[in-house]
């Protein structure tokens, strides 16, 4: 196989390689760092390349091949780790400059999990400031690229996790979503995202500040390769203020599982904010269509969002004055988010608000099995196109964007971002599943069964396939 194949070869299957010594852990790391090093410069996936510590670490597991068989699931597969989570002794920025020099002395959980599952880490991946939007252009870093056309984002906030993988600068990525920032980049770059349910992904060893909207899960290139990453990073840990047991059987079992007939409802149109538009639509009714081939009961409706719009927006801007970065030291857009934040009291009725309204939202569930949903309202914007927006009009437009997004966020519902084919642009076409609460399992066969019959994993950006 040649570098270009390795580089794009799922995740399980670089494990199996491995396992039958075809191709070895240091190998591997090889050519993901020459392609790092190619191609980085250009798509500003990496903040941090850790080329030493993943070479040291794949020569102790090429050395581990020749003394053991028995190897955790992921043993030797190269990943990348978004730079909102902390990887003990690498630099962790936030997207913000001015913290090149904060190096934590301690893993994240789910860190610690991708590490127990035997995986290499290349570096942390770009992401804009604090997470906050759904573009990478965070002032003081290189922006973020979309590998299949270099003048648009590959989204955010896991921007630079999913052009990495989408380019073959990494195996598999970690990613958050606060409020679809797995599925975004994964809709923009043609990959798999997965936006596990509240309590499915630990935040050890921090506490959660946003009551619980934003969870860690796997972008990557086949719906396999995400479901058993998330296998691997699921689980509780100590003092962990909610989670959920274990799947039986396990979510990458669940994409060889058969589905009974679904309820399925659909919408194309995110009220008060309007109808996709014309690529996005497009993305929903082929997927539709596709569903009701396989037998499943289509209905087109959808929850009311509207009274969701404006107590997630109190919660969100209260992530930015939870950080604990001075207001001078922000980007433009954070510094007015910052300014707009309120009291405790204000946060805490929106947080309640909030609360009240998912529980009208997930009754929608009751039945229901499946909601299908546009990931974004339009296609990924260019490169800096709100660069010369005053605050209040960039962030107007984020939450126009975004709008199909933040109701798995606030509910704590699984979702799952999946490619189904390309825009009028050229560029990756997705959809977005959101299932009932905890049944990622259920959204996982489905998404297996959708890329089963368009299977997507035969395409590749044309400038990440030149040697």
Known sequence: MNKIDLAFTPALELAKLIRVREVSPLELVEVYLERIERLNPQLGSYFTVTADLAVTDAIAKTELLTTTSELPPFFGVPISIKDLNVVAGVTCTYGNPALLNNIPNYDDGVVTRIKQAGFIILGKTATPELGSFPYTEPVGFTPARNPWNLEYTP????????????????????????????????????????????????????????????????????????????????????????????????????????????????????????????????????????????????????????????????????????????????????RWLLAKSGSVAEYLQALAQMQIVSRQIIAFFDTVDVLVLPVYLHSPIPVGAWADLSPEETFAKIVHWVSPCPVANATGLPAIALPVGFDSNGLPLSVQLIGKPAAESTLISLAAQLEAANPWIEYRPAFATIS
């Open 155 to 334: 989204g955010g906030s896991s921007g630079g996790a999913a052009s990495s993988v989408a380019a073959g600068l990494s195996a598999i990525a970690q990613g958050s979503d606060g409020g679809g920032s797995i599925r975004g980049p994964a809709a923009c770059c043609g990959l798999v995202g997965i936006k596990p349910a509240r309590g499915r992904v630990t935040k050890a060893p921090v506490g959660d500040r946003l009551g619980g909207i934003a969870v860690n899960g796997p972008i990557a290139r086949t719906v396999a390769d995400a479901a058993a990453m998330l296998d691997v990073i699921s689980g509780y840990f100590t003092g962990d203020p909610y989670w959920l047991p274990d799947p039986q059987p396990s979510f990458l079992a669940s994409t060889q599982v058969k589905l009974e007939n679904l309820n399925i409802a659909f919408s194309t149109n995110i009220f008060p904010f309007g109808e996709a538009d014309a690529n996005c639509q497009q993305g929903v009714i082929k997927t539709i269509q596709l569903l009701a081939q396989f037998g499943h009961q289509i209905t087109e409706k959808s929850p009311d969002l509207s009274n969701l719009i404006e107590p997630f927006k109190i919660v969100w801007q209260a992530g930015v004055a939870a950080a604990g970065i001075p207001s001078e030291a922000l980007q433009p857009l954070n």
